[in-house]
């Protein structure tokens, strides 16, 4: 499960650095997750279903990213906690790099938690815990 589930973010972090290339392949992107997923941060919890709509919205996202100036998204580091043979939280550590004309190279460290399954030998993110990202950007002036 260790194994599996760190392979999975591997190329959630090569994605992403793709996506903020203008690269992504969003069918690619969306093979990270489940069929369904939930995800909860301060503004509320949602579900959502992986179609072409979850492809649209990740794709607007990641071109929201690259306009505030987004430049890197790093994993520092993931802990991983078996919840039982096929699931596990997955809290990822992130460092986000941004840089544009008017504002300086910010460095901003966060967590996500995400839960994991293991079907057929793959991990896939079923859901997500987060904490206020428009907070936290505009904390550091980048929003």
Request: contains cysteine; negative net charge; proline residues 1%.
């Amino acid at each position: 499960m260790e194994t599996e589930t760190r392979r999975l973010f591997e190329r959630y972090e090569r994605l992403f650095r793709q996506a903020l290339a203008g690269e992504a392949d969003m069918d690619e992107v969306a093979s990270l997750y489940a069929s369904d997923f939930i995800a909860a941060s301060p503004a509320g919890v949602m579900s959502g279903k992986n179609d072409q709509q979850l492809r649209n919205v990740m794709a607007q996202g990641y071109a929201h990213y690259r306009d505030i100036g987004t430049r890197r998204m790093r994993i520092r580091d993931i802990r991983v906690a078996p919840i039982d043979g096929l699931h596990c939280m997955a809290s990822v550590a992130w460092t986000a790099t941004y840089a544009r004309d008017d504002l300086a190279e910010t460095a901003i460290d966060f967590e996500v938690h995400y839960l994991v399954q293991i079907r057929g030998g793959e991990a896939r993110v079923f859901g997500w815990v987060s904490g206020d990202e428009q907070a936290l950007l505009k904390r550091h002036g980048v929003v």
